[in-house]
C-alpha cells in the first residue's frame, strides 16, 4: 500500500499542470509589467517565435515516448532542407528537390532506428554519433555552402512559413496543422498505443508481441521527416536555412521544451499536450524577456535555470530509487 | 589424403591461441590498441611530416589538454554516469584564468588554483543534483552547460577585451601552454602525471574500488553500505576540476577566450573514452582505455585538418568512428563468452592405432569377475576417484565435497571427514613418514599429516615461455606417486581445461597435459615432461628409477626414467590399448595393475582424425550434444613392465563400477574407485599374498 | 646513299633539337623570368573561417588561378567556424614553413599570439577581412569603422527626427567577439553619441545567424512598432531582419541598412527587391584581386624581417542602394567561371 504520507494520485499534481499554472502566472505578470504584451500580435508574434521549437519537439516527443531521444534532429533538419534548397538553386524543379530532401531525412532517421534498434547502441550516443555523421555528410558530399538561400523557385511552398492567412501566421498554422496530426497519431492509431507501451516497457511489449525493433525504426524515421518538416517552414520563414545551427544549443531547446512539459524522460508517458505546454511556457519567457530587453546572453541564463527547475520538479513527482534505477540509465 | 592434410593442418596452425587470447583480461585494451596502430599506419604514409619533430609536439600538446579532459569524463563514466558541461567549465576556466591572471595579475599557481576552485564548484553543482538529488545525469549535466555556457557568454561580452588585453608577460604562464621541457609538452607531462594519480586512486584507494563499484552494480553497492550519492558526487568534482585544468592550459596558449571556446568538447571527450573502451553503463574501464582513446582522436582530428578534406570530413569520419565503437562495445560486451566458448575448443588431429578387439581370444575378454564386490560406503560417498590404505588399514578416499574421507578398518561402516582441503581430491599417495600426499584438482598438491593438519606443497609450477595461457598455475593435478627420495611426480592432465570441464579435453585431442615434480627437499616445483596426451595414473616402478604413467587420450603407458643411468629415458610399454587408462599401482606380484576409465569407439576415434568436423560440431550444436567418449564402461588390468596383460576384470554388467578410475591391491583385496560412482569396491583376489601392502612395498622393506 | 643518310641524319637532328624547344617561348621583358622564378614552388597557406560563403570563395579563386599560373601551391585549412581548429591548422602550418599565411580570425584575439609566432618563425602574415590587433606584414580588407560610419549616415538619413521621422533605430549585431563587431559597435556608440536626433532603443545580438536576428528583431518591431530603422551588422544575417520586417507588414516602412561582400544574390538582389535600404559593399571580387596581388609581391619581395613594415590595403566601398542595385554587384558563378 502506499505510504502514509503520501497524496492520493488524483491530488498529485502533473508537471504539465505546474508549467501550465507557471505559464498563466509569467503571462500576468508580464502582462502588467511590460507594456505592449497583451496585444493580441505580440501573443501571435510570441507563438510565431517558438513555431519551430515546438515543431521539433513535437518530433522529438515521439523519440522520447518510445523511450529513446533524438539528438541528430537539428543536424537531419539543416542538412536535409539546405540540401533542397540548394537543389532548386540549381535549378531542378521544387518537388524533386524536396523529395530529395525528404529521402534524405528518411535515411538519416532510418538509420538511426536500425543503430539503436538492430545494433543496441543506446540511443543517446547513437544519435550524438549520428549529429556529426549527418552534419559532416551533408557538408562534404551535398552542400557546399553555410547558408543555403531560398530563391524565388519556390513557389508556394513559402506559405507554409511566411506570410499570413486570416491575420495568424503561417508558421504558427503549420505547427498546430502538425501538432493536431501527431496527435491524432498518437491517441488514435495503434502506432500510439503501440509506442506508449514501448516506452513504458520495453520487455513486456515485445513479450505481448509488439515489433518493437521495427517499431523504433519507424519512431525515428518519423522524427526525423518532422524535422524536415520543421525545416522547410523555417526555412521559408527567414529565407535561408543556416547548417550552422548544428552547433548551436538548438537540440538541447528542444529537449528543453518536451521536458518541462512533462514528457518523461524514461518513456510511456506524456504526449502533443505537454509539449504545448512547454512551449508555451518558453515562448512567454522568452518574449517577455526580450521585451525587457534582456541581453540574450541573461535569457539563455534565466532558460537554463528554468529548465533546471523543471527536472527537479520531474525528480520530485517521479522519483527513482536506488533499488529500481537501471544500470547505464542516464 | 584430406586426413594428412587436416594432421598438419592441426599441427601447423595453433588454432588454440585465438581462444587463448580471447580468454586473457586484458583483450579489452588490445582492441583500441589495434585502432591505434591502424589509424597510425593510415595516416602516417598520406601526411609527410607526420613523425617531425614540431608535428610531434603540437599534436602532443593538443593530446595533453584533450586527455585531462578525458581523464575526468571516464572518471564519471566509471561511475555510470556521464558529464556533458565539460566544454563548459572549460570555456569558463579559460576565462577566468584569463581574468585572473592579465586583470587581476595573481601569480601562477594562484591562477591555477583559482581556476580548479571554479572547476570544482561547477562539478560541485552537478554532483550535488546527480548524486545527492538523483537527477538523471544526462540531462542535468547537459542543464549545467547551458547555464554555464550562457554565464560564460555573458561575461566573456562584458569583459573580454579586459581580460585579455593588459598581455601581462611571465615565463612561467607562457612555459604553461607553450612550453616543453626536451619536446615534451608541459601538458602532456602534467596529463600523464594526472593520468598516474588517477589511475593509481582507481586501483589500489578506496575511492576508486567505491567508484568501481557503484558503476557496475549500483543497487549492490547501495545495499552494501558505499556511499552512493558521495562517490558520484566526488566524481564529477574530479571532472571539474581537471576539465578547468585543462582551460587554464588552453588559456595560456591561445592568450585568448573567444565565444566557441570548448564548443562540441564533450563529444570528443566521450568519443575518446567510448573509443578506448570504456563501457558506457559504467563499471568498466580504466585510465589506459581513457588514455588510448584520447591518442586515437586527437591523431585522427588533427591528421583530417592537416590533410585539408575539406568541411564535414572530420565531424563525419569522428561520428562513424565513434557510432563504430559504440558498436562494437555493446556487441562485444553482450556476445563475449558466447564467442568465447564457441572459439575456445580447438580441436587437434589424433590418430590411433586400430584398437584390439575385446572378443572371447583378447586378453581383454569380456568377464564377470568384478559382480561379487563387497561395497563399501554405497551412497554414502560421492566420487571416490582414488583409494589408498594405511598401515593400520583404515580406508581413505576422496570425495567430490573436497573432502578426504576416511572409513575405518576392519568393517568400513564407519567414517569420517579426515581432512576438507576443497576441490575434488584425486589421487593419494602415503609417503614414508605417514603423510597423506592429495592431488586435489583445481587447487594443487596437498599434504595432510597424522595428525590431520593441511599443509599445501604446491600450486604453481615454472611457466613455460611460449604459452599463452599461464600455466603456472595448476587447474587438474590427477594422480601422483612417491620416489625412493621422497620426490613427488604427479601429473596435470590438462592445462587447457578446468575440471568441470574435463571431457571436452577429450574432444581436442591436444597434448595439454604434463607432469610435474615437487622436491620437498627444496620446496621446488618444475614441469618435467609436457605436452602429453591427458597424462593421468603414475606409478613408481620396483626399480625406483623410474615410473609408469598413463596417457588418457592417447590411449598407452609410457615408462620414464628419472633417474640412474637412463635418466629422461621415455618408452611406450604399451602403446594401443583398448580403453583410457585412468590410475596405475602396484600389483602384489611385481606387477601393476590399470583401470580403464572408458573404452574406446570406433566412431569416436574416427572424430579424433576429423578435426574440421569436430570444430563444426563445437560451433553449431549445443554443449549438451557434443560426440563424447564412452565412459560407461571400463574394466581393470593387470599388466608387466613388457606390456602384456596377465589379467582383466569387468562388471560386464554395469551393476556397482561401470567406469573405474582407479584400484588399489591391499592385503589380499583389490579396493574399486570411480569419480562419477557412489561407492568403493572390494573385491577378494584369489591367490593374492594376504600381507602385501602398499607401504610396505614402498617404505618398509617389501618386494624390491 | 651516303650522302641521303647524312640529310636524313641532319633532319632527324633538327627534328629533336625542335621538339626540345618549348611550345611557345616567351619572350623576356625584362621582368617576367625573375618573377617567375621567384613565384615557383613556393607554398601559400591559407585558413579561411569556412569555404562555405561566398567571400572566402571569390578570395580563393583569386589565389588558385594564379598559383596555377605561376607554379606556387596553395594550401587551404578551413577552421569550419570553430577557432581551435583554425589555430590547429596555422600551427600546422608554421611547422610546415611555408612562405605566406594568410588568415581570417573568426574573434579579434584568438589569433594574435599566433601572428606573432608566425612572424618570428620567418612568414609573412596577411590578414584578411577581419584583423587581430597585431597586424603581421599585410591587412586587406575594409575599414569597419568607415562602414559604420556609412551605415550610421545611412540611417541617419532616413531616420532622423530632423528630416521629420521619429529618429527610433535598433542594433543587430553579429558575434560580438568578432573584430568586425567590436569595431562596429564602438564606432556607432561614439557615432550616435554626439548626436541628438537619433535614439538607439535597442541593442541585440544575433551571432551572425539569420533565424535569430529574425526572432530578435520581430520582437522589437512588436515593443516598437513606430521603429524607424534597422542597423545590421552583416548581409547574410540580416536577411533574418528583413523577414521580421515582412511578417510584421512593415515593409517599405521600416529601414534596413547593412554591409557585405557585394554578391549579387546576397547584396544587390536583396536591394533591389527592397529587403535591404541600402548595403555597404567592400566588394569581395576586389579583395580576391588585392589578395592575390599582396601574396605575389610578398613572394617576391619579402620584408626582412617579417613583421617589420606592416601596411595596410584598405578595400573601397560602395554603397549598394536601389539607384545603382542593377549593376553594382559582382556574381559568385562568374568569378568562379572566369577568376576575379
Given at each position: 500500500m502506499a505510504g502514509a504520507r503520501e497524496f492520493p494520485r488524483s491530488r498529485r499534481l502533473t508537471q504539465e499542470q505546474i508549467v501550465l499554472g507557471l505559464s498563466v502566472l509569467l503571462f500576468a505578470g508580464f502582462g502588467i509589467l511590460v507594456r505592449g504584451f497583451l496585444a493580441p500580435d505580440n501573443i501571435l508574434s510570441l507563438i510565431q517565435n517558438v513555431a519551430i521549437l515546438g515543431m521539433l519537439g513535437i518530433g522529438m516527443t515521439i523519440a522520447i515516448v518510445g523511450r529513446g531521444i533524438d539528438l541528430s534532429m537539428v543536424a537531419v533538419m539543416a542538412m536535409s532542407v539546405a540540401w533542397a534548397l540548394s537543389l532548386v538553386d540549381g535549378g531542378h524543379s521544387v518537388t524533386l528537390a524536396l523529395g530529395a530532401g525528404l529521402l534524405f531525412a528518411g535515411l538519416a532517421g532510418l538509420l538511426n532506428g536500425v543503430l539503436i534498434a538492430y545494433v543496441e547502441i543506446p540511443a543517446i550516443f547513437a544519435t550524438l554519433a549520428m549529429t556529426s555523421v549527418v552534419y559532416g555528410f551533408g557538408q562534404y558530399?551535398?552542400?557546399?555552402?553555410?547558408v543555403a538561400y531560398v530563391g524565388d523557385a519556390v513557389g508556394w511552398i513559402r506559405r507554409i512559413g511566411s506570410g499570413r492567412t486570416l491575420g495568424v501566421p503561417n508558421s504558427v498554422t503549420s505547427f498546430f496543422v502538425l501538432a493536431g496530426s501527431v496527435f491524432a497519431l498518437l491517441r488514435y492509431t495503434m502506432f500510439g498505443k503501440y509506442l506508449y507501451a514501448m516506452g513504458d516497457s520495453p520487455q513486456s511489449a515485445r513479450v505481448v508481441g509488439i515489433p518493437t525493433r521495427p517499431m523504433t525504426v519507424a519512431q525515428y524515421v518519423l522524427s526525423a521527416l518532422i524535422a524536415f518538416i520543421a525545416g522547410i517552414v523555417m526555412a521559408m520563414a527567414v529565407d535561408s536555412m543556416n547548417t550552422r545551427i548544428v552547433n548551436s544549443t538548438l537540440v538541447y531547446d528542444v529537449i528543453l521544451v518536451a521536458v518541462i512539459g512533462?514528457?518523461?524522460?524514461?518513456?510511456g508517458k506524456g504526449g502533443v499536450r505537454n509539449v504545448l505546454a512547454g512551449t508555451l511556457l518558453i515562448g512567454i519567457l522568452l518574449n517577455g524577456m526580450t521585451m525587457l530587453d534582456l541581453p540574450y546572453t541573461a535569457q539563455s541564463i534565466v532558460k537554463g535555470f528554468i529548465l533546471l527547475g523543471a527536472i527537479v520538479a520531474d525528480s520530485i513527482l517521479n522519483p527513482r530509487d536506488e533499488q529500481t534505477s537501471q544500470q547505464g540509465d542516464i | 589424403m584430406s586426413e594428412s592434410f587436416s594432421r598438419w593442418r592441426a599441427r601447423l596452425l595453433p588454432g588454440h591461441i585465438v581462444g587463448e587470447i580471447l580468454s586473457k583480461s586484458w583483450i579489452d585494451n588490445a582492441i583500441p590498441f589495434l585502432l591505434l596502430l591502424l589509424s597510425i599506419a593510415f595516416f602516417s604514409p598520406r601526411i609527410?611530416?607526420?613523425?617531425?619533430a614540431y608535428s610531434l609536439e603540437d599534436n602532443s600538446r593538443q593530446l595533453g589538454e584533450l586527455l585531462l579532459i578525458v581523464l575526468g569524463e571516464t572518471i564519471v563514466v566509471l561511475a555510470g554516469g556521464i558529464d556533458l558541461s565539460v566544454g563548459a567549465t572549460f570555456a569558463m576556466s579559460t576565462f577566468a584564468s584569463l581574468g585572473m591572471f592579465n586583470a587581476l595579475g595573481w601569480s601562477v599557481p594562484s591562477v591555477m588554483l583559482g581556476a580548479a576552485a571554479i572547476g570544482a564548484a561547477i562539478g560541485m553543482v552537478n554532483g550535488l543534483l546527480i548524486g545527492y538529488l538523483r537527477l538523471r545525469a544526462f540531462l542535468t549535466s547537459l542543464v549545467t552547460l547551458i547555464i554555464v555556457r550562457a554565464i560564460f557568454d555573458a561575461l566573456s561580452l562584458k569583459y573580454q577585451i579586459a581580460v585579455s588585453m593588459p598581455d601581462q608577460k611571465s615565463a612561467v604562464w607562457d612555459f604553461l601552454g607553450n612550453g616543453a621541457w626536451f619536446g615534451v609538452p608541459f601538458s602532456l607531462v602534467l596529463a600523464v602525471a594526472v593520468g598516474l594519480l588517477c589511475h593509481i586512486t582507481l586501483t589500489r584507494l578506496r575511492l576508486g574500488w567505491h567508484i568501481q563499484a557503484v558503476g557496475g552494480a549500483r543497487r549492490s553497492a547501495f545495499n552494501a553500505g558505499i556511499p552512493v550519492g558521495r562517490t558520484v558526487c566526488s566524481t564529477y568534482v574530479l571532472s571539474g576540476v581537471l576539465a578547468a585544468l585543462s582551460g587554464t592550459l588552453y588559456a595560456s596558449r591561445l592568450g585568448a577566450a573567444g565565444s566557441?571556446?570548448?564548443?562540441?568538447l564533450e563529444v570528443a571527450a566521450l568519443t575518446a573514452a567510448v573509443l578506448g573502451g570504456v563501457s558506457l553503463g559504467g563499471g568498466r574501464g580504466s585510465v589506459v582505455k581513457g588514455a588510448l582513446g584520447a591518442i586515437i582522436v586527437t591523431i585522427v582530428q588533427t591528421s583530417l585538418l592537416r590533410l585539408g578534406l575539406g568541411s564535414g570530413a572530420s565531424e563525419m569520419i569522428l561520428g562513424i568512428l565513434l557510432l563504430a565503437a559504440v558498436a562494437i562495445d555493446v556487441k562485444w560486451l553482450k556476445n563475449r563468452l558466447k564467442v568465447l566458448a564457441k572459439v575456445y575448443v580447438s580441436p587437434g588431429y589424433l590418430a590411433l592405432p586400430a584398437a584390439e578387439l575385446v572378443d572371447g581370444r583378447s586378453p581383454y575378454a569380456l568377464n564377470d569377475r568384478l559382480n561379487d564386490v563387497e561395497l563399501i560406503g554405497l551412497g554414502e560417498i560421492e566420487g571416490p576417484e582414488d583409494v589408498i590404505l594405511d598401515t593400520a588399514g583404515n580406508l581413505f578416499c576422496g570425495s567430490r565435497h573436497g573432502d578426504v574421507i576416511r572409513f575405518f578398518a576392519p568393517d568400513y561402516k564407519q567414517w569420517d571427514v579426515y581432512a576438507h582441503i576443497g576441490g575434488h581430491p584425486l589421487g593419494h599417495a602415503f609417503d614414508r613418514d605417514g603423510n597423506l600426499i592429495v592431488c586435489v584438482s583445481g587447487m594443487g598438491l596437498y599434504k595432510v599429516t597424522p595428525q590431520q593438519e593441511i599443509v599445501k606443497l604446491s600450486d604453481e609450477t615454472n611457466r613455460s615461455w611460449l604459452s599463452i595461457i599461464d600455466d603456472s598455475r595448476m587447474r587438474l593435478a590427477d594422480d601422483l606417486d612417491i620416489a625412493p627420495d621422497g620426490r613427488i611426480f604427479f601429473s596435470e592432465a590438462t592445462i587447457r581445461f578446468d575440471v568441470s570441464e574435463w571431457m571436452v579435453d577429450s574432444l581436442e585431442a591436444r597434448p595439454n597435459g604434463r607432469i610435474i615434480c615437487y622436491d620437498p627437499r627444496t620446496a621446488t616445483t618444475r614441469s618435467v615432461i609436457s605436452k602429453l596426451l591427458f597424462p593421468n595414473g603414475i606409478c613408481m616402478t620396483l626399480d625406483g628409477e623410474s615410473f609408469l604413467f598413463a596417457e588418457s587420450w592417447g590411449c598407452r603407458i609410457t615408462r620414464y626414467w628419472f633417474d640412474g643411468p637412463k635418466k629422461g629415458l621415455l618408452k611406450v610399454i604399451m602403446p594401443n590399448l583398448p580403453g583410457y587408462p585412468d590410475n596405475i599401482n602396484r600389483s602384489s606380484d611385481g606387477h601393476y595393475w590399470c583401470a580403464f576409465v572408458g573404452m574406446r569407439a570406433p566412431a569416436f576415434d574416427l572424430a579424433l582424425r576429423m578435426p574440421g568436423f569436430r570444430k563444426r560440431m563445437v560451433e553449431r550444436v549445443p554443449h549438451d550434444d557434443w560426440i563424447y567418449p564412452n565412459m560407461n564402461s571400463g574394466c581393470v588390468i593387470k599388466f608387466d613392465l613388457e606390456g602384456n596383460v596377465l589379467d582383466c576384470l569387468w562388471d560386464r554388467n554395469g551393476v556397482n563400477h561401470p567406469m573405474i578410475t582407479s584400484m588399489r591391491e591391499h592385503k589380499g583385496y583389490l579396493y574399486l574407485g570411480g569419480s562419477l560412482n557412489n561407492r568403493i569396491g572390494r573385491l577378494k583376489i584369489a591367490g593374492a599374498d594376504p600381507e602385501w601392502s602398499g607401504n610396505r612395498s614402498y617404505w618398509h622393506g617389501g618386494d624390491a | 646513299m651516303r650522302l641521303n643518310k647524312v640529310i636524313g641524319g641532319l633532319v632527324a637532328v633538327m627534328a629533336l633539337a625542335l621538339a626540345a624547344l618549348p611550345a611557345h617561348a616567351e619572350f623576356d621583358d625584362g621582368q617576367i623570368n625573375k618573377t617567375r622564378t621567384l613565384l615557383k614552388g613556393k607554398k601559400v597557406g591559407f585558413v579561411p573561417i569556412s569555404m562555405g560563403f561566398d567571400l572566402p570563395q571569390a578570395w580563393y579563386e583569386g589565389l588558385h588561378r594564379a598559383a596555377e599560373s605561376y607554379g606556387f601551391e596553395v594550401v587551404v585549412r578551413e577552421a569550419n567556424w570553430n577557432v581551435q581548429a583554425g589555430a590547429q591548422a596555422i600551427n600546422q602550418l608554421i611547422g610546415e614553413k611555408v612562405d605566406v599565411l594568410i588568415i581570417q580570425p573568426p574573434e579579434m584575439l584568438s589569433y594574435s599570439r599566433l601572428v606573432d609566432k608566425a612572424t618570428a618563425a620567418g612568414i609573412s602574415v596577411i590578414q584578411i577581412n577581419l584583423k587581430s590587433p597585431?597586424?603581421?606584414d599585410v591587412y586587406v580588407g575594409a575599414n569597419w569603422t568607415e562602414i559604420f560610419k556609412r551605415e550610421a549616415e545611412g540611417i541617419t538619413a532616413i531616420c532622423s527626427r530632423d528630416k521629420g521621422r521619429n529618429g527610433k533605430i535598433a542594433l543587430i549585431q553579429g558575434a560580438l567577439a568578432t573584430s568586425g563587431s567590436q569595431i562596429g559597435s564602438q564606432a556607432l556608440k561614439e557615432f550616435f553619441a554626439a548626436r541628438k536626433d537619433i535614439d538607439v532603443v535597442a541593442d541585440q545580438a544575433a551571432d551572425w545567424d539569420a533565424s535569430k536576428a529574425r526572432a530578435v528583431s520581430g520582437t522589437i518591431l512588436k515593443q516598437h512598432p513606430d521603429l524607424c530603422g534597422f542597423i545590421g551588422f552583416w548581409e547574410v544575417q540580416d536577411i533574418g531582419i528583413a523577414a521580421a520586417i515582412k511578417e510584421a507588414g512593415l515593409q517599405g516602412k521600416v529601414a534596413l541598412v547593412t554591409n557585405g561582400g557585394g554578391e549579387q544574390k546576397s547584396n544587390c538582389a536583396n536591394v533591389a527587391n527592397g529587403n535591404f535600404t541600402m548595403d555597404v559593399s567592400y566588394d569581395a571580387r576586389g579583395q580576391a584581386r588585392d589578395l592575390t596581388t599582396v601574396v605575389e609581391s610578398l613572394l617576391q619581395n619579402k620584408p626582412t624581417p617579417p613583421g617589420s613594415h606592416p601596411i595596410g590595403i584598405y578595400s573601397p566601398l560602395t554603397n549598394i542602394d536601389k539607384s545603382n542595385a542593377a549593376a553594382g554587384c559582382w556574381s559568385l558563378e562568374s568569378v568562379k567561371r572566369d577568376g576575379p
Open positions: 558530399f551535398l552542400v557546399h555552402v553555410d512533462g514528457v518523461g524522460l524514461s518513456g | 609527410p611530416d607526420f613523425f617531425a566557441d571556446t570548448g564548443i562540441g | 597585431n597586424t603581421g
